[in-house]
């Protein structure tokens, strides 16, 4: 018997007993792909960074592993704009063969890939981007959100600022896209209608060079001024803010003093009052064990994007353990990520709606120096809130998705 007769023998027998064998469990032989869109340049990347620090934290402390099989990342920048993230979601899908994707960062790219996403019918946990109408008018079935709609935690915003400070007038300015946008009409529509009145908006664009032309512009005669910025863009306005002599309070969405950037301000920071699903101050166990580890492994706190690529992990993981580690049955694997129940993170509990949005515990914070550093400590806790507010989600999804133009606004001033 020849050695070559003797190699054909044993090729066919491996190759029938390969082909005894399910795909499926051949298929679990294989790591679990996971794509994750960022942004590592531009004003955005700060956000981007840290939502790298979040997922490989995750997966460094499983081992790279979920439910037995290994699990390998698949980082791709996008470039922080809607063309970069098409691209890459479909180099991801296509090439990489991912079997989920984790990101974008931004509501614009998010927005970009809906579309792909249905045809593709790949999985997509949303870390960050919080478009309105991803998880409301046009829910996405194969799209689901760790973080929160865009104007979430800002409806607290407008309830805090017109109860509970007796605020009366205020002005925005925010950046103008569809962030900047729903950030802004969560707080006006709840403010106004608690009372108050947004007296003036001004939106500079994303990529503006100096917010000195549109400081300039404020109203002084409000109480407070309502600051709506993403990734840099609150480090820049707030220090020109004070550079500018303005002494009004105020305000913001979460990202505007995220601790992604508050590491990089200085007293220009103090006293600004922000809402968002997260904060490195919260007073639990699990917050002090996760923040311990983020300042050791990355020497800063954690903050909205750290947590909200964090959990999309955590969610993966509850929907990888319920499909016994089957992430090819791509339908069941969807299912398990829309249904994961109570899930328990460094924010506290949470549980996804019937649109895919995290209903959760929403924190008004203050940015205050502890320790020798700037952190966001909590001044209200408002637990169990979805993205509709008090408001009935029928009439709510009647009305326009949030923008510019709506709520409209009634009380600006010349």
């Not at 959100?145 to 009366?168: F, M």
């Not at 969405?253 to 904060?279: H, N, R």
């Amino acid at each position: 018997m020849t050695r070559n007769f003797i190699r054909a023998a044993i090729c066919a027998l491996a190759a029938l007993a390969s082909s005894a064998i399910p795909y499926s469990v051949q298929a679990q032989g294989e790591p679990i792909r996971i794509g994750f869109l960022t942004v590592r340049t531009g004003p955005l990347a700060a956000g981007g960074r840290q939502m790298e620090q979040g997922i490989e934290l995750f997966l460094k402390e499983r081992n790279h592993t979920i439910a037995g099989r290994k699990v390998e990342l698949v980082i791709a920048d996008t470039g922080g704009n809607p063309a970069g993230a098409k691209t890459k979601t479909q180099e991801l899908v296509e090439r990489n063969k991912v079997h989920v994707i984790i990101g974008p960062l931004a509501a614009f790219e998010a927005i970009a890939i809906d579309d792909y996403i249905k045809q593709a019918q790949i999985p997509t946990v949303s870390c960050s981007a919080a478009a309105e109408d991803l998880t409301q008018r046009k829910p996405n079935p194969w799209f689901v959100r760790t973080s929160a709609s865009s104007g979430q935690p800002n409806h607290p915003v407008g309830d805090y600022a017109a109860k509970v400070l007796g605020y009366k007038r205020v002005a925005i300015i925010a950046d103008d896209f569809a962030y900047g946008h729903e950030t802004a009409a969560g707080f006006q529509r709840v403010f106004e209608d608690s009372g108050g009145k947004v007296v003036q908006k001004l939106w500079p664009p994303l990529n503006v060079a100096d917010y000195g032309s549109y400081i300039g512009q404020l109203k002084t005669n409000v109480d407070a001024v309502y600051a709506g910025f993403a990734g840099a863009n609150g480090l820049r306005f707030l220090k020109q803010y004070r550079e500018y002599g303005m002494k009004m309070p105020v305000l913001g969405s979460a990202t505007t003093t995220d601790e992604g950037i508050l590491k990089q301000m200085g007293d220009e920071a103090l006293g600004v009052i922000t809402g968002g699903f997260y904060a490195a101050g919260i007073d639990t166990p699990e917050n002090h064990r996760f923040v311990g580890v983020v300042n050791k492994e990355y020497g800063a706190d954690p903050g909205y994007y750290t947590v909200g690529a964090y959990s999309a992990g955590l969610l993966v993981e509850i929907a990888v353990k319920a499909v016994g580690g089957k992430v090819e049955n791509k339908a069941a694997f969807m299912k398990a990520l829309r249904n994961p129940g109570t899930v328990k993170d460094p924010r506290g509990d949470w549980k996804l709606d019937e649109y895919g949005n995290p209903v959760q515990t929403m924190y008004v914070r203050k940015v205050e120096r502890k320790g020798g550093k700037l952190v966001n400590t909590v001044l209200k806790a408002y637990p169990n809130i979805g993205q509709f507010w008090t408001y009935d989600p029928k009439q709510f999804l009647a009305s326009p998705v949030y923008s510019r133009d709506f709520p409209p606004a009634k009380n600006i001033e010349p």
